[in-house]
């Protein structure tokens, strides 16, 4: 039995027949990350002494007869942004290199709770800002895929892990695709919940008004699990909501599916473009209703985003002065220098690029021209949106326009690499849920399918997702 590539039933399964106990679970993926991680640095931090106990606890209410939640005894990684208490957490940048969480974030309470076990900390993009996972200022993780191609960002770290084996399931967190672009990069399933729908408690922020934790899995069951799980109003987040009770059942015949044009552009490459139409053909066959729709505003999505992220990440950014916590240079005596010199060593190229940005459409003479702008058009590709789920139920389009490109390809170039969120930052903008489900290859690497809906339809969008992975695995 290879327990390596068992889901998250499955591994509860054998939990409860005794097939295998948490223990030998545990140490077969911290095996597994000996063995795999030198090649694809997907870990920051292995906390090896936390997973082995955490597994001794499962096996001893297995051994005292008591239940067992679902994800008890059940590996997972986390990503380096979220904090997890008594553990080191960076968010991939020097300015956090040595900063040790003083609590759990509100999704590793609930976790906790049912029992998972963590492995570990996951690499990122710093502070999540890339789509590459090639601004950490630690490591450059690589895709399993293909090891000289990038897994995607900034959860890079977290799919990598889930794709390598190194872990059963991960969290990771998504402002423009961050969770979508990794899995579809890296041939696994991404689920990016409504905004609000998981508390961003215990989550380092970039932009406060996109963030949103979820899982990067296997399959699309274990990503419901784990977002029944860590979904919920949190007094803790007064962005977060108590999701509404949704009974949906997959009934294909009267699920209605948009396609919208601008979503089918100059510039995607063919072999994403057929596997995606492949799979919305599938459906179809199966009695889902197709029709094409436009999102017309989709076109200012991406300028939009550049504009309202980087000038929350300058706020979010700003606590980071090296005197209260994190790297400080306070050798010299003038504040502004340890200020200069804590934020100019501590930030990598990408974060300064962005926090300058943003700085700047907020600053006196520009708020009006760039940031009251962008809000104002970001209104309008909601308002899209909310046309559009009056006659539709779901979304269907490539994650991202190509697969997964060469390490150091588009690094150099921002703008460039900005593009590969093109096609998700629209949906991010309006707090809509979606999902990445593998559809097909490119000469071997992945391409991922877009699903996403209406606000709190996440179940609707899960549902369909495991029916369409189901048809795709015939």
């Known amino acids: 039995m290879e327990i390596n590539k068992l889901t998250i039933s499955a591994l509860h399964e054998g939990f409860l027949k005794k097939d295998f106990s948490a223990l030998e679970v545990a140490k077969k993926y911290l095996e597994q990350i000996q063995a795999k991680d030198k090649d694809i640095s997907a870990f920051l931090t292995i906390t090896e002494d936390l997973a082995l106990s955490q597994a001794k606890e499962v096996d001893k209410l297995i051994s005292e007869k008591k239940e067992i939640p679902v994800l008890a005894g059940v590996p997972c990684a986390?990503?380096?942004?979220?904090?997890?208490?008594?553990?080191?957490?960076?968010?991939?940048?020097?300015?956090?290199e040595n900063y040790t969480a003083p609590y759990d974030a509100t999704v590793i309470k609930k976790l906790k709770r049912e029992g998972a076990v963590i492995l570990g900390k996951t690499n990122l993009d710093e502070f999540a800002m890339g789509s590459s996972t090639e601004n950490?200022?630690?490591?450059?993780t690589k895709n399993p895929c293909d090891l000289s191609r990038v897994p995607g960002g900034s959860s890079g770290g977290s799919a990598a892990a889930v794709a390598a084996e190194e872990c059963c399931y991960a969290l990771g967190s998504d402002t423009n695709g961050s969770i979508r672009a990794p899995a579809s990069f890296c041939g696994i399933v991404g689920f990016k919940p409504t905004y609000g729908a998981v508390s961003r408690y215990g989550l380092i922020a970039f932009g406060s008004s996109l963030d949103q934790i979820g899982p990067l899995t296997k399959t699309v069951e274990d990503a419901k699990i784990i977002f029944d799980v860590i979904s919920g109003k949190d007094e803790l987040d007064s962005t977060s909501v108590k999701p509404k009770?949704?009974?949906?059942?997959?009934?294909?015949?009267?699920?209605?599916?948009?396609?919208?044009?601008?979503?089918?552009i100059k510039g995607i490459d063919p072999d994403v473009e057929a596997a995606v139409k492949k799979a919305i053909n599938l459906i179809e066959k199966e009695g889902a209703k197709v029709e094409e729709i436009s999102?017309?505003?989709?076109?200012?999505?991406?300028?939009?985003?550049?504009?309202?992220?980087?000038?929350e990440?300058?706020?979010?950014?700003?606590?980071?002065?090296?005197?209260?916590?994190?790297?400080?240079?306070?050798?010299?005596?003038?504040?502004?220098?340890v200020y200069l010199e804590s934020r100019g060593k501590g930030f990598g190229p990408e974060v300064k690029r962005r926090i300058i940005l943003?700085?700047?459409?907020?600053?006196?003479?520009?708020y009006?021209?760039?940031?009251?702008?962008?809000?104002?058009?970001?209104?309008?590709?909601?308002?899209?949106?909310?046309e559009a789920f009056k006659k539709i139920d779901l979304i269907f389009s490539p994650v991202c326009p190509t697969p997964a490109f060469k390490i150091g390809e588009k690094i150099k170039d921002p703008f460039s690499m900005y593009l590969t969120d093109i096609l998700t930052s629209a949906a991010s903008l309006a707090g809509l849920p979606g999902i990445s489900v593998p559809c097909g290859k490119s000469q071997n690497l992945p391409i991922g399918l877009h699903i996403f809906g209406n606000c709190f339809e996440d179940n609707k969008i899960l549902e369909t997702a495991s029916f369409i992975e189901r048809l795709i695995s015939l």
Do not use: M, W
Request: hydrophobic fraction near 35%; aromatic fraction near 12%.
């Open 245 to 264: 009770a949704s009974n949906f059942k997959c009934q294909v015949s009267d699920i209605r599916i948009g396609i919208p044009k601008e979503y089918f």
């Open 368 to 386: 009006d021209a760039y940031y009251k702008k962008a809000q104002q058009v970001r209104g309008l590709i909601k308002k899209d949106f909310e």
């Open 136 to 140: 950490s200022a630690f490591k450059i």
């Open 358 to 366: 943003g700085t700047y459409s907020l600053s006196s003479g520009y």
């Open 78 to 96: 986390v990503k380096d942004n979220i904090l997890v208490e008594g553990i080191k957490c960076t968010a991939g940048s020097k300015i956090l």
């Open 313 to 337: 990440a300058s706020a979010n950014l700003a606590r980071y002065d090296g005197i209260k916590y994190g790297l400080s240079k306070n050798k010299k005596d003038d504040l502004l220098d």
């Open 295 to 311: 999102l017309p505003h989709t076109k200012y999505a991406l300028a939009v985003y550049y504009i309202i992220a980087p000038a």
